[in-house]
């Protein structure tokens, strides 16, 4: 069982956010789970924090309550860093995954998982610097500090470093902050140069937030994070769970929910024609394993 740890204060005030929401795991101390009948198997559903754990949960808990309505029962799994994220899904502990693009590469050479849905959207990571920053051109971050939110985000974090080494010859000082979101609030503090983070996490900052922040480098348009299942989830579940989200997204009452976890308009993923191409990428040295 991966160990999830929140300071009480924290524990307190996401506890009292969600006293009304069903289905939500946080593992560790801070647990609420409403698999009270033993002879009915939740689902466990395990979430890429690019965000807080409480503003993760406060997206997907929702969602997840919506999917057990419709007679799919399922449990929240929030992670406080991408790291533990990873170790859960490489031993095969969440039945759905909800993960990046070479996550999926990974997850499928460890446990066969297979991507269910993905958003219409193509995925762009961004490497950004402060408004002010005298930088605006890869070369010039030489030497400098650079924020990620882990070393296996992949448009993120995995792409942009090696953009940055092969491409264009600069070695760096790379810092990771276990969320995209901490990665900003690093560059906005002074404490990195840079960030790497996706564009659609950067689009749900604060204005206030994106206006103090510049965009330097883009990359190219790539497979957008999809929703897996781990083999062993029988293939009528997998098909409810297709069903319920995508009914989710044609309705107005609950588009925003699906807008909320970055996938406003989901369509069916496939591995062989979206994921495999990275696994020809040759970006194997990049990968930190823990």
Same mark, same amino acid.
Not at 82 to 87: D, G, H, K, P
Not at 212 to 238: D, E, F, K, M
């Given at each position: 069982?991966?160990?999830?740890? @929140?300071?009480?204060?924290?524990? *307190?005030? /996401?506890?009292?956010? /969600?006293?009304?929401?069903?289905?939500?795991? +946080?593992?560790?101390?801070?647990?609420?789970?409403?698999?009270?009948? !033993?002879?009915?198997?939740?689902?466990?559903? #395990?979430?890429?924090?690019?965000?807080?754990?409480?503003?993760?949960t406060q997206r997907w808990a929702p969602v997840v309550?919506?999917?057990?309505?419709?007679?799919? =029962?399922?449990?929240l799994a929030v992670f406080p860093s991408i790291a533990?994220?990873?170790?859960?899904?490489?031993? #095969?502990?969440?039945?759905?995954?909800?993960?990046?693009?070479?996550?999926?590469?990974?997850? %499928?050479?460890?446990? *066969?998982?297979?991507? @269910?849905?993905?958003?219409? %959207?193509?995925?762009?990571?961004? /490497?950004? $610097?402060?408004?002010?920053?005298?930088?605006?051109?890869?070369?010039?971050? #030489?030497? &400098?500090?650079?924020?990620?939110?882990?070393?296996?985000?992949? &448009?993120?974090?995995?792409?942009?470093?090696?953009? @940055?080494?092969?491409?264009?010859?600069?070695?760096?000082?790379?810092?990771? &902050?276990?969320?995209? *979101?901490?990665?900003?609030?690093?560059?906005?503090?002074?404490?990195?140069? !840079?960030?790497?983070?996706?564009?659609?996490? +950067?689009?749900?900052?604060?204005?206030?937030?994106?206006?103090?922040?510049?965009?330097?480098?883009?990359?190219?348009? @790539?497979?957008?994070? =999809? /929703?897996? &299942?781990?083999? *062993?989830?029988?293939?009528?579940?997998?098909?409810?769970?297709?069903?319920?989200? $995508?009914?989710?997204?044609?309705?107005? !009452?609950?588009?925003?929910?699906?807008? #909320?976890?970055?996938? =406003?308009? =989901? $369509?069916? !993923?496939?591995?062989?024609?979206?994921?495999?191409? +990275?696994?020809? +990428?040759?970006?194997?040295?990049?990968?930190?394993?823990?």
């Amino acid at each position: 069982m991966i160990q999830y740890t @929140l300071r009480s204060e924290a524990r *307190r005030s /996401l506890l009292k956010a /969600l006293a009304t929401s069903s289905g939500l795991l +946080l593992t560790g101390q801070a647990s609420l789970s409403w698999a009270q009948n !033993a002879s009915t198997r939740f689902w466990r559903l #395990g979430v890429v924090p690019q965000l807080t754990p409480l503003e993760t949960t406060q997206r997907w808990a929702p969602v997840v309550q919506e999917i057990n309505q419709a007679g799919v =029962p399922c449990e929240l799994a929030v992670f406080p860093s991408i790291a533990l994220f990873e170790t859960a899904f490489l031993r #095969g502990e969440v039945d759905f995954g909800f993960m990046n693009p070479y996550h999926m590469v990974m997850a %499928r050479r460890t446990h *066969r998982y297979e991507p @269910l849905l993905r958003d219409r %959207r193509p995925l762009e990571g961004v /490497l950004l $610097v402060k408004e002010d920053s005298p930088i605006d051109r890869l070369e010039q971050l #030489g030497g &400098a500090r650079i924020s990620f939110p882990s070393p296996n985000a992949f &448009a993120a974090s995995l792409y942009i470093r090696s953009v @940055l080494e092969r491409q264009f010859k600069v070695a760096f000082q790379a810092h990771y &902050a276990s969320t995209h *979101r901490n990665a900003l609030r690093q560059v906005l503090a002074g404490d990195s140069a !840079a960030a790497g983070v996706v564009k659609t996490t +950067l689009e749900q900052e604060h204005l206030e937030v994106r206006n103090q922040l510049r965009v330097i480098y883009t990359t190219p348009a @790539l497979a957008p994070h =999809p /929703l897996a &299942a781990h083999p *062993r989830v029988p293939l009528a579940v997998r098909t409810a769970l297709i069903e319920t989200l $995508v009914n989710m997204a044609q309705k107005p !009452a609950t588009q925003p929910l699906m807008a #909320g976890i970055q996938m =406003p308009n =989901p $369509v069916r !993923a496939d591995y062989i024609a979206e994921y495999a191409p +990275l696994e020809r +990428l040759d970006i194997e040295k990049f990968i930190v394993t823990e």
